[in-house]
């Protein structure tokens, strides 16, 4: 039997209704108190994870600032991860969704937009707030996608929460290969290869490949719906433009991804003949080295890889 009420619904946080209910549109007066409860939630992780962190995380005092910060970030992602694919698996294929495409609500479909969109404030605001270590890249991610989730409380593309939600499912791995990297003798490097293989797998597959395809499904259903007495040319176009510039930032990533693996491939094969030089040079040349042979490949294949939700 497909969830329909929202478990939530009945939750009140103080001075949330008194300042941000008037100031809701759509269905979001229904359930702003969820996406304020989500941001705290994750914003008290985030804390949490910068106290405990010191104490329990190996590694986690020899890093830099900046990556301690990062570290935690990190922490929520892979929290996050978790909560938003157990509240959004009920969503799939929902029979009430399924109808309308476009203009379908229930409101448990709410309370899963809520967590999301909580989170992506939280992720805007705290790129934002190191903007200078991260970049902008993060920070634009988080705006758009907290831009496009707004817009669905009219509410517009519910049914559409949970395909595009689905796209951290190479977040965790994302975040794997972050923690690898930067912490020492964590894990393995065949358990690196093998992580950066899935990662690439999924990221391709799930961001690039079927994102595209539910990206035109969705413009599709958009261009149907134009008539409709319900359909926000402005809203629809904020979405649709956030969704074309999440794409393009997949794009972006998936190149530098792409990059690195290409970089890591070379530095495999150039460690394996510098071995093989070696051995013939021991062998014809009496242990002499051979002094001409060198690399120009950096020593390390990665620059920093930062995990969040799209």
Not at 19 to 27: H, I, K, R, Y
Not at 190 to 198: D, E, R
Not at 280 to 296: E, K, L, Q, S, V
Request: glycine residues 6%; charged residues 15%; aromatic residues 14%.
């Amino acid at each position: 039997m497909a969830i329909v009420d929202d478990p939530l619904a009945s939750l009140r946080l103080p001075l949330v209704d008194l300042l941000l209910t008037p100031l809701c549109g759509g269905v979001l007066k229904n359930h702003i108190h969820e996406v304020v409860l989500a941001f705290l939630i994750y914003h008290g992780i985030y804390l949490i994870a910068r106290v405990v962190s010191p104490k329990v995380a190996k590694g986690y005092t020899s890093l830099k600032y900046k990556d301690q910060i990062d570290y935690c970030i990190h922490v929520v992602s892979m929290i996050q991860c978790v909560v938003i694919f157990t509240l959004m698996t009920p969503l799939f294929n929902h029979p009430d969704l399924s109808k309308d495409r476009v203009f379908g609500y229930v409101p448990y479909g709410g309370l899963v937009l809520s967590f999301a969109l909580g989170y992506f404030i939280w992720d805007a605001l705290i790129s934002l707030a190191y903007v200078k270590y991260f970049g902008p890249g993060f920070l634009i991610h988080g705006v758009i996608s907290s831009l496009v989730f707004g817009v669905a409380f009219q509410p517009m593309i519910v049914y559409y929460c949970p395909i595009f939600l689905l796209f951290e499912v190479s977040t965790p791995f994302l975040n794997l290969r972050w923690f690898g990297n930067k912490i020492p003798g964590l894990v393995s490097d065949n358990f690196k290869m093998i992580n950066n293989i899935i990662l690439i797998i999924l990221f391709f597959f799930v961001r690039i490949s079927y994102g595209l395809f539910q990206a035109f499904k969705l413009f599709t259903d958009f261009y149907h719906a134009r008539n409709d007495e319900r359909f926000i040319w402005q809203f629809a176009m904020v979405i649709v433009v956030g969704n074309l510039g999440l794409n393009l930032l997949n794009f972006f990533w998936f190149s530098k991804m792409l990059k690195i693996a290409v970089i890591t491939i070379r530095q495999m094969i150039n460690k394996e003949t510098k071995t093989d030089l070696l051995i013939d040079n021991d062998n014809d040349n009496g242990g002499a080295p051979i002094t001409g042979y060198r690399t120009n490949l950096p020593s390390q294949p990665a620059k920093r890889g930062k995990a969040r939700s799209s």
